[in-house]
C-alpha cells in the first residue's frame, strides 16, 4: 500500500495552529505519510512535526468554509488546527484518521526511520539475559538459563532464555508451563543478594473448579525456598476474582498442595477498568471551569490515585516479604503480563540501588517489560482520548511510571534520572520513532526483525547529548532499601503528564534551573578549592627547605 | 506549681497515630512544658509540648496495658499515650487540663519566658517593625493621603491603631461620624497604597445601613476615598462575605452599602464563609487525614466534603479581584466583611502580597502581618483560643492566610525569600504565646498589658535563625520581571499542605528534602567563596596571581546559628565541618549512626524510611512453624541495610 493513496490533500497554506500557553502560528500544513507537519516559513519560529502515530482521535468542526480539526494526541496534548476551505479540512481530516490507525505494524514509521545521528552503542545489545545472568552467576550457583523456550513454543510470551532453579529440568519446566495461563511459568525476576532470597514471577495456575495440581510445579517453586524456610505468594487479584477465575480454567495456589507458602491477595485492577480510570482522570484534568468540589470529586471518581496507591502498596509489601521477612516471593495475577509486572518491577526499585540508575532502569525495562511479554502494541494502541470500544489497551505502564515518579518525589536523592526520563518513555511507548516498544512480546520482536529494521530507543537515550537532559542533579547514589509512604496523604496528582499542556510551567523550570546553577556553581568551588589547595600545598613544600636551611 | 500533681510517670508508652509502632518512655510535667523522653538510650527522643499548644486532652476509656491519654495541639501534632496506672494518668489529665485553661494573661508563657536577653535587645526588638515607616515607604503621607489624630486615644475605634491614614479631605467630623455608621466604629481607614496609580487599599467593618438607613458623613468618606486618585472615576466596594450573610445582616441594623447612596461606587460580593464555617472545615479536615489506612477514595471525598481547598480558592480569589482592580485599572478598593477583622485582613493581606513584592520578603512579611493582622485587630486571643475559652470564637483565619501564601509560593518558587518552614513557624508561635506579639486582641489590649516591657518579640527571634527560613532559590530579580503576581486559580493548582497539617508525622513526609539540600549546598556556597579568598590570599603571598573570583554573594564568614530539628527539612543537618571532612558519605550519614551501634557501623538507612511505619500489609497471617515466631509481623524498627 502506498501512503499516498491516503492523502488526497498533502498541503494547505494558511493554516493556524493554537495551542494552549502558546502564541497562535500561521502557515502551511503538510501531510506525509507518518508526519503531520506545520511550518510557518519562518526562520525563527518552531514547527510542529506530529507523528500520526501519536494521534489519538480527531474531531471536526465548520463555521462557514471554515474547517477546524482538534487534534488529541496520545501523549494528551491537544492541538486545535483551523483549515480553509471545507474540502481540504475534510481530506485532512479523512488522511489523519485513516494513517492515525493503520493496522499493519511494518508500515509504522520505525520501519522507515532512519537516524540523524551515529548509533555508537546499539540499544538492541545492550541488555542481553546472558549478561544479566553472567551478574547472578557471581551471587549464587542455584540458578541456571535454560533454553527451553528457544522456539517459543513452551511459552509464547516469554522470552528464549530463563533463569529457573539449578534442580529443575527441562522436561519439569514444560510441564509445571502447561499448568500456568499462557505457559507462563515460574521463573526468577529479582535476587536480593542482600539475604539471598528471589522474587519469582508466573502466571495464574491452571486448577480449575476441581482443584488440578501439578507436581512439577509444586517441586518448581519450592525448589527456590532455603531448607526450613517460607514464602510468600502475593496474589495481584482478590481472593473473590481469583476464586471466580477458577470457572474459566484458573485460580490461585492451594494450601494444601502448597504448604510451605502463604498467600496474599491484594486487589489491582484489570487492563480494562484501568484504561476507563485514564480516560476520567484527563478528562477531569482537561476541564478548566471545574469548582473546587467538581474536581476533587471527578478525581476521586477517576480512581486513579487509587491505582496508583494500591500498585505501590502491592509492590512494597513483596519488597518488604523480601528484605524485611527474610522470605521468597512468588508473584502473579491472572495473565501475569500486567499488575504482576508492576508489582515485580517496582519491588525492585525500592530494593535494589541499581535500578535507580539510568542503565539499571533501561535494564528493569528491558528484563521486567520488554523481555517478560508485557503487550506493550495492544497496550498502547490507544490513550485517554480514545472514543471507539476499548479493546485491549490500557495505561499498565504509565501507571508503572507513575509509582516510579512518586517514589522519586519522595527520594529526590536517591534516582540518577529525573521527571523528563520517566515522561519521554511515556511518550515512546505510545508513539515512536523507535523499535523498542513495537510488538507485544520477543517472539514477535523476533518476527518483525526489529533489531535490524528499526533503532532501538537506548541507542538514542544514551547518547551522552541526550542523555544530559535526563540527569538528576540532585542524585548521590546510595545502597539502601527506599520505603516510600503509600498514604494518600503523600501520593500527589503526576502532573508533569497530567497536566502537562494545562498549566504554564515557565516559574517552575526557571526555579528547577536556579537550584541546578546552585549545584553546579558548588561543584565548580569545590573544584576550585581544592586545586587551589593543591597548589598551596605544593608551593609550601617547595619552600620549606628554604625556610628551614 | 501548685496545678501539678505527678511531676513525672515512668513507663508511658507513647503510640504512633497511623501505625502500630509504639515507644516507651518516661512523661515529665512542667509548669510550661509537657515532655515526653523516649527511654531507648541510643536514639532517646524527646517530644517537647507546650501546654500553650494543646488544644485538648481527652482521657480514652481504660485498656489492658493501662490508661490511653490522647492530646491534640493547635500545631496539628497528635499524640497518644498509655500511662500504665489509671491514677498517674488522671492526675495528668486533670492538671493538664487546668494548665491549658489559663485564666489570666499573666500566666501566658510569654511572661515567664526568657531568652536572656537584657531590655536594650529587647526594646531593640520591638523596634523592628516601625509601621509609620512602612507607610513612608508606600508613599504616604503625600498630597491625597494624611495621618490623623483622632484615634491617638482610642476613642473613635478602640480595635484600630493609634495611627491612621485618610484622604486629606476627610474631616474629623466625617470621620466620627462615619465611624458611627460602622459596625465597632471601624470606619475606613488606608492599608495599602499602591503608588504607581496611587490607588488605595482601604478597610473598614459593614455599614450600619439595615434596610434604608443612610449617612451623609459615611457617604462622604467614600467620596473622599474616591477624590483622592485621579485614576479612577469610581471605587470598588468589596464585601467579602456572601451575599446571603449580608442580607441576614440587615435584619440586625447592619447590612451592605447601597449603591443608590453612594456616588460611583462599585459593589461587589466576594462570598468568603464566615468564622465558624472555616472551624467546621478545618476541623472536618483534619479528622479525614487523622484516619489510620485511609483509602485514598475516602481521603479525596473528605477533602471535597471539608470544602478546606474551596474556601482556600474562594480567599485566594478575592485578593486577586483587588490585587486586578487596584493594579489594572488603577481603582481605589474598599474592603469590608461584618467586622473587619478576619476577612478583611485575609484578602487585604493577601491582595497586599499579590501586589507588592517587599512583602513576599522575610522583612517584608513580618511588616505585612504587624499591619494587617495585628495592628488592624484580627483577634488572636479569640480566635487561636489564649485566654478566654470561648469555642464559637476560635477559627483558622490566620492559618488560612498563611496556607494563601504557601499555594503561591507553590506557584512561584522563586517569588518569596522565605520558605514554607517560616510560615510554618509563625504559624507554631501565633500558638505558642511565647512572644508576646499575637498576645490579646487589639493595640489597645497590647499597651493594657505592657507587652513591649514584658515580653519579647517573636521578630527578632526569627530574624535571629533567618539562614533556616530562606528560600534558596528566592531570586530578587523575579520581582522585577513579576512586580504583581497572577497565579492561575485553576482548582487543580490547589493542593493539601501536608507539611503544615501533617508536620509532625514523621511517615507522611518525603524522606529526602530537596529544599534541606540545596539550602545547604548555597551555605556550602558561600563558604567556600570565603575559602576560595583565603587560599588566594595565602597563594599570592607566595608571590602566584590568581584570576579574580566573582561572588555572586559577599562572602561571609559569620557562623550560622543551630538548625531547628525539622521534620520538614528531614534528618538533621550536619554541620558543615562534617560536610567537609567526609564529602562521600551520604546525608542520611547521621541518622544512621544512631542507629547502628559502633560494631555493626555499616548500616543504614534513609531517614525515616521505615516499611513498618508505613503499613503496607496484613502480613499477620501464622506458618505455625516451630522455627517462625508464632505471629509473623513486621514489627523491625527502623527499616537498615548493609551497604
Given at each position: 500500500m502506498e501512503f499516498a493513496e491516503l492523502i488526497k490533500t498533502p498541503r494547505v497554506d494558511g493554516v493556524v495552529l493554537h495551542r494552549p500557553f502558546m502564541p497562535t502560528v500561521e502557515g502551511t500544513l503538510c501531510l506525509t505519510g507518518h508526519h503531520l507537519i506545520l511550518s510557518s516559513r519562518q526562520d525563527n519560529t518552531e514547527e510542529l512535526w506530529l507523528l500520526h502515530a501519536n494521534i489519538d482521535s480527531i474531531e471536526k468542526r465548520f463555521i462557514g468554509s471554515l474547517g477546524t480539526i482538534i487534534v488529541k494526541c496520545k501523549d494528551l496534548r491537544v492541538i486545535q488546527l483551523d483549515i480553509p476551505g471545507m474540502e481540504e479540512c475534510l481530506n485532512i481530516a479523512n488522511s489523519i484518521e485513516a494513517l492515525s490507525t493503520l493496522d499493519s505494524v511494518s508500515l509504522m514509521y520505525p520501519f522507515f526511520y532512519r537516524p540523524l545521528f551515529e548509533v555508537i552503542e546499539d540499544g538492541w545489545q545492550l541488555f542481553v539475559p546472558e549478561e544479566a545472568f553472567k551478574d547472578l552467576e557471581s551471587m549464587t550457583d542455584e540458578w541456571r538459563l535454560s533454553e527451553v523456550n528457544k522456539d517459543f513454543?513452551?511459552?509464547?510470551?516469554?522470552?528464549s532464555l530463563l533463569t529457573v532453579p539449578k534442580d529443575i529440568d527441562d522436561e519439569s519446566l514444560c510441564k509445571a508451563a502447561s499448568f500456568r495461563h499462557g505457559g507462563r511459568f515460574p521463573v526468577l525476576s529479582y535476587y536480593h543478594k542482600k539475604n539471598g532470597m528471589v522474587m519469582m514471577r508466573a502466571a495464574q495456575p491452571l486448577t480449575g473448579t476441581n482443584g488440578r495440581r501439578c507436581k512439577e510445579d509444586e517441586k518448581l517453586i519450592n525448589a527456590t525456598l532455603c531448607a526450613g524456610k517460607r514464602g510468600y505468594i502475593i496474589d495481584t487479584r482478590t481472593i473473590a476474582v481469583a476464586q471466580q477465575a477458577k470457572a474459566r480454567g484458573g485460580g490461585f495456589e492451594q494450601e494444601a498442595n502448597y504448604p510451605q507458602w502463604r498467600r496474599i491477595h491484594k486487589a489491582i485492577e484489570r487492563s480494562n477498568v484501568l484504561q476507563e480510570s485514564l480516560i476520567k482522570l484527563v478528562e477531569a484534568c482537561n476541564d478548566q471551569s471545574h469548582s473546587m468540589d467538581r474536581w476533587l470529586s471527578k478525581l476521586e471518581a477517576s480512581n486513579w490515585q487509587s491505582n496508583v496507591k494500591e500498585i505501590l502498596t502491592t509492590a512494597c509489601l513483596a519488597a518488604q516479604c523480601i528484605d524485611r521477612e527474610g522470605a521468597s516471593v512468588l508473584v502473579h495475577g491472572t495473565e501475569g503480563t500486567d499488575s504482576t509486572l508492576q508489582v515485580t518491577s517496582l519491588a525492585q526499585i525500592i530494593l535494589d540501588p541499581a535500578c535507580r540508575t539510568i542503565r539499571g532502569f533501561e535494564a528493569l525495562i528491558e528484563r521486567e517489560w520488554l523481555q517478560a511479554g508485557h503487550p506493550f502494541q495492544q497496550r498502547c494502541a490507544q490513550s485517554a482520548y480514545s472514543n471507539g470500544k476499548p479493546r485491549s489497551e490500557a495505561p499498565v505502564f504509565l501507571l508503572f511510571l507513575d509509582c516510579v515518579w512518586q517514589i522519586l518525589r519522595q527520594f529526590p536523592c536517591s534516582f540518577q534520572f529525573n521527571e523528563n526520563f520517566l515522561i519521554m518513555l511515556f511518550e515512546h511507548t505510545y508513539a515512536?520513532?523507535?523499535?523498542?516498544?513495537?510488538?507485544?512480546?520477543v517472539a514477535e520482536r523476533v518476527k518483525l526483525q526489529l533489531s535490524q529494521k528499526t533503532v532501538s530507543l537506548w541507542s538514542w537515550v544514551n547518547r551522552p547529548q541526550e542523555l544530559e537532559r535526563f540527569l538528576n542533579p540532585l542524585y548521590e547514589p546510595n545502597n539502601l532499601v527506599i520505603w516510600p509512604s503509600v498514604a494518600p496523604q503523600s501520593l500527589l496528582l503526576w502532573e508533569g503528564v497530567f497536566l502537562r499542556w494545562n498549566r504554564s510551567t515557565k516559574c517552575l523550570d526557571e526555579a528547577h534551573q536556579e537550584m541546578v546553577h546552585i549545584i553546579e556553581y558548588n561543584k565548580e568551588l569545590q573544584n576550585k578549592v581544592n586545586s587551589l589547595r593543591r597548589q598551596l600545598a605544593q608551593l609550601e613544600t617547595e619552600d620549606s627547605p628554604l625556610q628551614t636551611p | 506549681m501548685e496545678h501539678i500533681r505527678t511531676p513525672k510517670v515512668e513507663q508511658v508508652k507513647l503510640l504512633d497515630r497511623f501505625s502500630n509502632k509504639s515507644v516507651t518512655g518516661t512523661l515529665h510535667l512542667t509548669a510550661t512544658h509537657l515532655i515526653f523522653v523516649e527511654s531507648n538510650s541510643t536514639s532517646a527522643q524527646e517530644i517537647w509540648i507546650l501546654h500553650h499548644h494543646i488544644a485538648s486532652v481527652e482521657k480514652l476509656s481504660l485498656t489492658t496495658s493501662g490508661c490511653p491519654l490522647l492530646i491534640q495541639c493547635r500545631n496539628f501534632r497528635v499524640v497518644h499515650f498509655v500511662i500504665p496506672r489509671e491514677r498517674d494518668c488522671h492526675d495528668i489529665y486533670s492538671s493538664l487540663l487546668r494548665l491549658l485553661r489559663p485564666v489570666s494573661y499573666d500566666e501566658l508563657y510569654a511572661f515567664s519566658y526568657n531568652p536572656k536577653q537584657n531590655d536594650q535587645q529587647r526594646e531593640e526588638g520591638w523596634q523592628l517593625i516601625d509601621l509609620a515607616a512602612e507607610f513612608e515607604r508606600m508613599g504616604v503621607p503625600c498630597d491625597q493621603w494624611q495621618l490623623t489624630d483622632v484615634n491617638r486615644e482610642y476613642k473613635v475605634c478602640e480595635t484600630y491603631p493609634r495611627d491612621l491614614y485618610v484622604p486629606i479631605t476627610a474631616s474629623k467630623p466625617i470621620i466620627v461620624g462615619s465611624s458611627k455608621f460602622r459596625s465597632k466604629g471601624r470606619f475606613p481607614v488606608l492599608t495599602y497604597f499602591y503608588q504607581e496609580k496611587k490607588a488605595a487599599v482601604c478597610r473598614c467593618s459593614q455599614p450600619l445601613s439595615g434596610f434604608s438607613a443612610r449617612c451623609l458623613e459615611d457617604e462622604h468618606m467614600l467620596q473622599a476615598i474616591s477624590k483622592a486618585n485621579h485614576n479612577s472615576r469610581y471605587i470598588y466596594v468589596m464585601d467579602t462575605r456572601p451575599k446571603l450573610n449580608a442580607l441576614a445582616n440587615r435584619a440586625a441594623g447592619k447590612g451592605y452599602e447601597n449603591e443608590d447612596n453612594y456616588s460611583n461606587i462599585r459593589f461587589q460580593f466576594v462570598g468568603i464563609e464566615n468564622i465558624h464555617v472555616m472551624r467546621g472545615s478545618l476541623q472536618k479536615l483534619l479528622e479525614v487525614v487523622g484516619t489510620r489506612s485511609l483509602s485514598m477514595t475516602d481521603y479525596l471525598v473528605g477533602l471535597e466534603n471539608s470544602g478546606w481547598l474551596r474556601h482556600i480558592k474562594a480567599i485566594m480569589d478575592a485578593a486577586i479581584f483587588l490585587a486586578k482592580a487596584v493594579t489594572v485599572e488603577g481603582a481605589s478598593v474598599l474592603v469590608h466583611c461584618s467586622d473587619g477583622w478576619d476577612r478583611t485582613a485575609q484578602v487585604c493581606a493577601l491582595g497586599s502580597l499579590l501586589m507588592d513584592p517587599y512583602y513576599r520578603t522575610i522583612k517584608g512579611f513580618m511588616v505585612l502581618i504587624e499591619k494587617d493582622w495585628i495592628s488592624f485587630g484580627h483577634k488572636f486571643a479569640d480566635r487561636c483560643d489564649q485566654l478566654n475559652p470561648d469555642p464559637k470564637e476560635v477559627s483558622p483565619i490566620f492559618t488560612q492566610f498563611l496556607e494563601c501564601v504557601w499555594q503561591l509560593a507553590e506557584q512561584f518558587p522563586q517569588a518569596f525569600e522565605f520558605s514554607e518552614w517560616f510560615l510554618i513557624q509563625i504559624h507554631e508561635h501565633v500558638h505558642s504565646c511565647q512572644f508576646g506579639n499575637f498576645l490579646g486582641n487589639s493595640q489597645r489590649q497590647r499597651e493594657d498589658l505592657q507587652l513591649k516591657e514584658r515580653t519579647y518579640s517573636l521578630w527578632a527571634h526569627l530574624l535571629s535563625e533567618k539562614q533556616n527560613y530562606l528560600n534558596p532559590v528566592y531570586s530578587p530579580s523575579f520581582a522585577e520581571s513579576h512586580p504583581v503576581l497572577e497565579p492561575s486559580t485553576q482548582a487543580y493548582h490547589f493542593k493539601f499542605w501536608r507539611n503544615m497539617y501533617?508536620?509532625?508525622?514523621?511517615?507522611?513526609?518525603?524522606?529526602?528534602s530537596i529544599l534541606k539540600h540545596v539550602l545547604t549546598l548555597k551555605e556550602s556556597n558561600r563558604e567556600l567563596e570565603g575559602t576560595v579568598q583565603a587560599l588566594k590570599t595565602k597563594l599570592q603571598k607566595f608571590g602566584v596571581s590568581t584570576s579574580p573570583l566573582k561572588p555572586k554573594t559577599p562572602p561571609r564568614g559569620r557562623s550560622l546559628p543551630p538548625r531547628p530539628q525539622s521534620l520538614i527539612l528531614g534528618a538533621p543537618l550536619l554541620s558543615r565541618k562534617e560536610v567537609q571532612q567526609d564529602e562521600d558519605e551520604e546525608v542520611f550519614g547521621e541518622e544512621a549512626r544512631e542507629d547502628a551501634p559502633a560494631s555493626t557501623g555499616g548500616e543504614r538507612t534513609v531517614e525515616g524510611s521505615s516499611a513498618t511505619e508505613n503499613g503496607y500489609g496484613e502480613l499477620t497471617g501464622s506458618f505455625g512453624s516451630k522455627n517462625e515466631p508464632g505471629v509473623v509481623t513486621l514489627e523491625f524498627g527502623v527499616a537498615r541495610m548493609t551497604c
Open positions: 513454543s513452551v511459552c509464547p510470551s516469554y522470552p515512536s520513532q523507535f523499535g523498542t516498544f513495537l510488538g507485544n512480546c | 501533617h508536620q509532625y508525622d514523621r511517615s507522611m513526609h518525603p524522606r529526602q
